[in-house]
């Protein structure tokens, strides 16, 4: 299929597709998938009015938890400032960071860090890709820092149950490590080869690319500078790690408060393969499924995914909601396909080609 006709038939096709993955990947919270063909072919795990009725006793730790979560938009903000390569202010950053939140959660696409990136660029005069830069060494910092704090959950008081993840533990620290290996990588030789290809005037494209990835990953070139930033980048993993641990702990799983870390390292990884269009099914399928492996029954795994979906979406769409308001954007203009999206978007090709300065 070629054209407009053609692309819009893709898109609905990849949307069809992902909202039957994400159906059947959140079933498996509440029931069990028959394939053997011997009776139905969905097993309830629970009795679902149980469920229901049971949901308000799970306040005593939901509001903590979406507390917990709301903290996670200052820490960023804090955070930022450590990867930028010139002093923002605390409630500039702190406003992007929300209104990316809020993009991310409330309106399809997943745009909250491309949004608050180019919104940056807009109001700093920083060249897009810097400040993409700058986002992205961020994430992953956090993903470090996680992989570090659910290393230490393996030798608190739940180590042995948790024994049943280091498979999937030493995998994610060899990602890591390598991902880490290859920023600091970019962030030392990609001017070096942009220099290079400027002197030998081959792939002016390529070149003005590294140029501006270069300084966008300048912090990765210190070794200082990346203890710092990684340091700050604990408290919006710690923040969540928390609120999970809590959940656990209130349904009644011994050490549960240190196996925060590994529910979050989970999602985290569930739902870092590129180009799976089912990110709220991966959600639950994941965290229900860590839940019961740690010992909670399948009604409080379920309660746990639900309710700590429900409010992590909550608490940061209504944080973000109230930086959106207080910057007088609209809602349209920051879907997928609204103006700040399209211009972002047009912004990224014209820093591809725009001359960059190389310095020698």
Same mark, same amino acid.
């Given at each position: 299929?070629? #054209? !407009? *006709? #053609? =692309? +819009?038939? @893709?898109? *609905?096709? *990849?949307?069809?597709?992902?909202?039957? @993955?994400?159906? /059947?990947? /959140?079933? +498996? *919270? $509440? $029931? =069990?998938?028959?394939? #053997?063909? &011997?009776?139905?072919?969905? /097993?309830? =795990? $629970?009795?679902?009015?149980? $469920?229901?009725? &049971?949901? !308000? #006793?799970?306040?005593r730790w939901l509001i903590p938890f979406m507390l917990l979560s709301a903290s996670i938009i200052p820490f960023r903000a804090m955070q930022w400032q450590k990867t930028l390569g010139k002093p923002v202010p605390i409630r500039e950053r702190y406003h992007l960071v929300a209104i990316g939140a809020f993009t991310h959660n409330a309106l399809p696409g997943k745009l909250g860090d491309f949004i608050r990136s180019f919104l940056l660029s807009r109001t700093q005069r920083i060249p897009f890709l810097q400040s993409l830069g700058s986002v992205a060494v961020c994430k992953l910092l956090e993903f470090a820092a996680l992989m570090g704090l659910v290393a230490l959950s393996f030798v608190g008081p739940f180590g042995e149950t948790m024994a049943q993840f280091s498979g999937a533990l030493r995998a994610a620290v060899g990602v890591c490590v390598g991902l880490v290996v290859l920023v600091v990588l970019l962030a030392h030789y990609a001017l070096p080869l942009a220099r290079l290809l400027e002197r030998k005037k081959r792939l002016p494209r390529l070149q003005h690319l590294l140029g501006h990835v270069s300084e966008g990953l300048g912090t990765a070139r210190s070794f200082r500078g990346m203890a710092v930033a990684l340091l700050f980048s604990i408290p919006p993993v710690l923040a969540p790690a928390l609120g999970y641990g809590l959940g656990l702990h209130a349904l009644g799983i011994h050490g549960g408060v240190f196996a925060g870390t590994v529910i979050l390292g989970a999602i985290a990884l569930g739902q870092s393969f590129p180009g799976v269009p089912a990110g709220m099914g991966i959600y639950y399928f994941v965290t229900s499924w860590a839940a019961r492996n740690l010992g909670a029954s399948p009604e409080d795994a379920a309660a746990f995914a639900t309710l700590t979906h429900l409010g992590t979406v909550v608490s940061q769409v209504a944080v973000g909601a109230l930086s959106v308001r207080i910057r007088g954007i609209r809602l349209r203009d920051l879907r997928k396909g609204g103006s700040l999206a399209r211009e972002a978007a047009s912004h990224v090709a014209h820093e591809a080609v725009e001359p960059v300065h190389v310095p020698s």
């Open positions: 299929m070629k #054209g !407009p *006709a #053609g =692309r +819009t038939y @893709l898109k *609905a096709l *990849a949307v069809l597709v992902g909202v039957v @993955l994400s159906a /059947i990947l /959140i079933s +498996t *919270a $509440f $029931f =069990r998938w028959n394939l #053997g063909g &011997d009776g139905p072919l969905l /097993i309830p =795990r $629970f009795s679902l009015g149980k $469920f229901v009725h &049971d949901l !308000p #006793g799970h306040l």
